[in-house]
């Protein structure tokens, strides 16, 4: 059974930052499109980040220049570097991985659904 745990929120002031982590288990075949997704209280669920198969990734343009999408194959983890955080960025962050083997981000991007689903590691920015 495929498993994805993310950790590294918190609570942090603006301006600093935080790096998530998200751990797969169960198989080596499903993280070929890997993202980072948000939902704030009384919002939908947003893409944040993507990244293909090689490392190759797409960030939203509200956080780019910010956040930073990379994955370690051999360890099967995901991470999300946020810098620079904004009181906006408040909300569960939630990782998803793919089993369509794309080669790019931004096609990683254009997905309508993920196949697995982590539980979410809750990020709150105060003033």
């Known amino acids: 059974q495929v498993r994805l745990v993310e950790s590294g929120g918190g609570s942090v002031q603006a301006g600093g930052s935080l790096k998530l982590s998200c751990e797969v288990s169960?198989?080596?075949?499903?993280?070929?499109?890997m993202g980072w997704f948000r939902q704030a209280p009384g919002k939908e669920r947003d893409g944040v980040a993507y990244?293909?198969?090689?490392?190759?990734?797409k960030v939203a343009a509200s956080v780019k220049g910010r956040f930073t999408i990379s994955r370690d194959n051999a360890k099967n983890t995901l991470y999300l570097e946020m810098n620079n955080v904004q009181v906006e960025d408040t909300a569960m962050y939630y990782c998803?991985?793919?089993?369509?083997?794309?080669?790019?981000?931004?096609?990683?991007?254009?997905?309508?659904?993920?196949?697995?689903w982590g539980q979410g590691t809750q990020v709150t920015v105060s003033s």
């Open positions: 990244v293909g198969w090689n490392n190759s990734p």
């Open positions: 169960g198989s080596t075949d499903i993280d070929n499109c």
């Open positions: 998803a991985a793919d089993p369509r083997r794309l080669l790019l981000g931004a096609k990683c991007a254009e997905l309508s659904e993920y196949a697995h």
